[in-house]
């Protein structure tokens, strides 16, 4: 289980890996406030971390999520915040960011 917050537009969101399972992203300004972002993990892998931050500078157009997979995978995708969006079609496809092992 994890959770992570970052703040952007004035918007407030949380991440949460669930000991069941699955990826859910709580965006402030919609309603239902939790999103499932489960079905974008890659090949149905397992999430036992994860982390949430700003594109840094004002005004942030997206949010960028990490993940970190039961098999020692970590991949990362990002998300548009503004004008119109709905999750998770928001996102961009994972893109494996995985270290070489040395």
């Not at 119109?84 to 995985?98: A, E, G, L, Q």
Request: hydrophobic content about 30%; glycine content about 8%; overall charge negative.
């Amino acid at each position: 289980m994890g959770l992570d917050s970052a703040q952007a537009n004035n918007k407030y969101f949380t991440l949460l890996v669930p000991v069941s399972g699955g990826l859910f992203v709580r965006d402030s300004s919609k309603t239902p406030t939790w999103q499932d972002l489960t079905p974008l993990i890659p090949g149905g892998e397992t999430v036992v971390a994860a982390t949430i931050v700003d594109q840094g500078e004002p005004p942030s157009n997206d949010i960028h999520i990490s993940i970190l997979t039961e098999d020692g995978d970590v991949y990362q995708t990002s998300c548009v915040i503004t004008g119109t969006y709905t999750w998770p079609t928001n996102c961009r496809p994972f893109v494996n960011n995985t270290p070489p092992v040395g």
